[in-house]
């Protein structure tokens, strides 16, 4: 028999501060900064005040970074749910029962997880649980190369335009064992380039969200599968993705990451784990359990229903501002039956990639920072500088902002057509009443 005693302070506590009013545009935290002897609004960008009930008219639109906050409202609605208790004794040990650095449940989990969206294969398959997909990612990178062979370090590519954390992670990591060459076209057997290659494929690709297959194919090509939009938020689910090497993160849900390998690399990628954080905290890791319990509840339908409607409306009212524009283009996504929701749908992506039409806008971003929008460059993905990343997953706040502010443009552009082809129409008739006079 018990009675519930000890977190009946840390639930009121918890409690207490969910219930301090930001005005919908912020949010305070336990951990937040303590005004008064109460945390304080921390507001979304653009919001100011107290209360954060203060929009702020001359800030910029930053559309920059991939921060997945759409999913906040989902994670409110299901406080009771999903909210954990994490007593100061909990799992003080550096290891499981089992010697592991992941607990049972969890690797369980994962496997449900996958299983019930469809999206990979896990059976016969070893789970590695990183801080994130950016760890595994290189985890993976240098468990692939080839080790002593300083002459011949592994070359590491990928097909432009690619996530810019692959060319900035391996070149900052500088090692002997693999470089960065850039794009899988310009380096590889096919066209004289020798030696072993490291492919990262990134399906769907950040940032134009195609669904891509690996390019180099044969014994001196490994590769990375990065599936990190691989879920009914960002795109239709084709197949079940059967890859040797796959990486996954819930970052766009909670922010960790986990990969499924082959024994040997997943091997070389544990040694790499123990050596550099000896596994994700286990309060982390707890939570995470908590989180994906939800994400399946009911089949996966409610987490990954409220995903993808939210991504949906978003592409479809930017897709509408951005079809009467002639001087800025986004990208077209092929329509696809997805197993998850058994029907033909479109792609929902993170990320639009615009494309500044004119041959004079060749810097895109800085046409964009005319009317207080910012993105991210082009030329980071190693693409042209008239091509600016959208990020499309940040808060409901940041979204309407950017689609207000994108509609400025394109009623720049049309209202500037429109006086252009006044004057077109006027030298005309001047051009006429020249010649007949
Ligand atoms: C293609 C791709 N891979 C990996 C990551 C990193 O994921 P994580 O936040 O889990 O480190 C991102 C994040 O934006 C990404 O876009």
Redesign the pocket.
């Known amino acids: 028999e018990w009675e519930q005693s000890w977190t009946k302070s840390a639930t009121a506590e918890a409690e207490f501060v969910a219930s301090i009013s930001c005005s919908g545009h912020g949010r305070a935290f336990l951990d937040g900064s303590i005004v008064d002897g109460k945390p304080v609004c921390e507001c979304n960008a653009c919001y100011g005040g107290s209360h954060c009930s203060v929009f702020l008219p001359e800030c910029i639109a930053d559309a920059d970074s ?1 921060d997945p906050m759409f999913l906040e409202p989902f994670w409110l609605k299901h406080a009771a749910s999903s909210t954990i208790v994490v007593p100061g004794w909990h799992r003080m040990s550096y290891e499981f029962n089992d010697d592991s650095l992941i607990s049972k449940e969890l690797d369980a989990q994962i496997r449900k997880l996958h299983a019930v969206i469809g999206n990979a294969v896990t059976d016969g398959r070893f789970i590695i649980f990183g801080v ?3 760890q595994l ?1 290189h985890a993976a990178v240098q468990a692939l190369s080839t080790t002593n062979h300083p002459s011949s370090p592994s070359r590491v590519v990928a097909s432009t335009p690619y ?1 810019p ?1 692959y060319k900035e992670q391996t070149e900052f990591f500088n090692s002997e064992d693999y470089k960065f060459e850039g794009d899988t076209s310009l380096c590889n057997n096919n066209n004289g380039c020798k030696g072993n290659f490291i492919e990262l494929v ?1 399906s769907p690709n ?1 940032p134009d969200g195609q669904l891509k297959k690996a390019v180099l194919q044969g014994p001196s090509a490994k590769t990375i599968h ?1 599936f ?1 939009y691989y879920w009914p938020h960002y795109t239709p689910i084709p197949a079940l993705a059967d890859e040797n090497l796959m990486i996954f ?1 819930l ?1 766009k849900l909670t ?1 960790h ?1 986990e990969a499924d390998l082959d024994e040997a690399v997943h091997q070389r990628m544990l040694t790499y784990m123990n050596l550099s954080t000896y596994g994700v905290a286990r309060e982390t890791q707890l939570r995470v359990l908590k989180l994906l319990k939800v994400a399946v509840e009911n089949e996966g339908k409610e987490m990954f229903n409220f995903g993808y409607q939210t991504m949906r409306n978003r592409w479809r009212k930017l897709s509408k501002t951005m079809s009467l524009s002639k001087w800025f283009s986004i990208q077209e996504l092929e329509t696809q039956f997805c197993s998850f929701s058994e029907r033909v749908r479109g792609a929902t992506p993170a990320y639009a990639w615009l494309k500044c039409e004119r041959e004079e806008d060749k810097d895109c971003n800085a046409v964009l920072h005319s009317v207080n929008i910012t993105g991210r460059h082009g030329s980071l993905f190693g693409a042209e500088s008239r091509f600016v990343r959208l990020s499309l997953v940040k808060s409901d706040d940041d979204f309407d902002l950017l689609l207000k502010r994108m509609g400025t443009l394109v009623s720049q552009e049309n209202n500037n057509d429109g006086i252009n082809k006044i004057m077109t129409h006027t030298n005309e008739f001047i051009g006429t009443d020249k010649c007949t006079g």
Request: glycine share 26%; net charge negative.
């Open positions: 991939g994130g997909a950016t990612l996530y954390i990134t950040n990065d990190a993160t970052s922010g990451g």
